[in-house]
């Protein structure tokens, strides 16, 4: 069974620049989440997917905004990058049995350093 | 809104050491409670949950039970590691959805 991977591991960007990071799901999870990790912070909630459609979402701005597709992978992009968007970016995939959602395995993290 | 409030770090022990890592929480309805570990340059791993009152998730000698009374999920291990030297965050789920909302994390340093 394949775990959850993401890429690239890390990332360089210039503030206003706009960023794509990828993610692939667990075998078999038909749920996606993202979470952006602050230094020294707990994972903040972005936003998930669930057959292809935003399934909730966190307190962030539209500037962050997301992709799921036909094979569950997903895409997390940030336009006009802000200093503070500097992070770790966490992928979590999921199974969603009718109205309940199986526990969330973690990729690796994409690291967002934004100057 | 859910909250989650663990104990602030770091917890500084020596190898063989009993771990105790407190957690409490605030949540609507009935949660599912999870402890999560990151090792350094790494993402997240499940350490163990539990789904309702008085379950005990339990996985690799650590333990945790779910207290609705106190609504507390404490993290234990009778004997820590220099391997368990990580960052140690404890979740929550509301009902029926797997949305996490996490503590600020408890950094654990063992020595030798």
């Known amino acids: 069974e394949t775990g959850v991977t993401q890429s690239p591991t890390h990332l360089i960007k210039t503030r206003g620049q706009q960023v794509t990071l990828r993610c692939s799901s667990q075998?078999?999870?038909?749920?996606v989440s993202w979470y952006q990790q602050a230094l020294g912070q707990g994972p903040q909630f972005i936003f998930q997917?669930?057959?292809?459609?935003?399934?909730g979402r966190g307190n962030f701005p539209p500037r962050f905004s997301g992709l799921q597709f036909p094979n569950y992978s997903s895409e997390l992009n940030v336009n006009a990058l802000e200093l503070d968007d500097s992070a770790l970016y966490l992928c979590?995939?999921?199974?969603?049995?009718?109205?309940?959602?199986?526990?969330?395995?973690f990729g690796p993290g994409t690291r967002l350093l934004v100057l | 809104g859910n909250s989650v409030t663990q104990m602030e770090g770091p917890v500084t022990l020596s190898e063989e050491a009993f771990l105790t890592i407190n957690c409490t929480y605030t949540?609507?309805?009935?949660?599912?409670l999870f402890w999560y570990v990151q090792y350094p340059g790494e993402g997240l791993q499940l350490l163990l949950k539990a789904t309702k009152a008085d379950d005990k998730g339990s996985n690799k000698g650590f333990e945790a039970t779910y207290r609705k009374e106190t609504t507390s999920f404490h993290l234990e291990k009778g004997s820590v590691q220099v391997s368990d030297s990580a960052v140690y965050f404890c979740a929550l789920s509301s009902s029926g959805y797997s949305t996490l909302t996490f503590g600020k994390g408890t950094m654990l340093l063992v020595s030798p």
């Open positions: 979590a995939s999921s199974r969603q049995r009718g109205d309940q959602q199986e526990t969330q395995y």
């Open positions: 949540a609507t309805g009935y949660p599912s």
């Open positions: 075998s078999g999870h038909n749920t």
């Open positions: 997917y669930y057959r292809e459609e935003e399934n």
